[in-house]
């Protein structure tokens, strides 16, 4: 994984080849935070899939299967 800092954040991916950056917040302990390019960043639980582009939610739901499968009844 690769790793960079942002004032409190830490940006890495699961994959070097991933387009999601998942973000770990030091000052807010469990909250699921991703981004796609750095700026506008989204709550998994909050937003997912609702605020997601249709690109984005493609691309989301490629890269991790487990949470497009978790959510599954918010995309009917």
């Known amino acids: 994984m690769k790793k960079e800092e942002s004032k409190h954040l830490e940006f890495y991916k ?32 909050a937003d997912y899939p609702y605020k997601l582009t249709a690109n984005e939610k493609e691309i989301f739901d490629k890269e991790n299967p487990y949470w497009r499968d978790f959510f599954a009844d918010r995309s009917e």
Do not use: A, H, R, S
């Open 14 to 45: 699961n994959n070097d080849n991933d387009v999601v950056f998942w973000i770990d917040n030091v000052e807010n302990k469990g909250e699921f935070l991703f981004t796609f390019d750095k700026k506008k960043i989204y709550n998994l639980f």
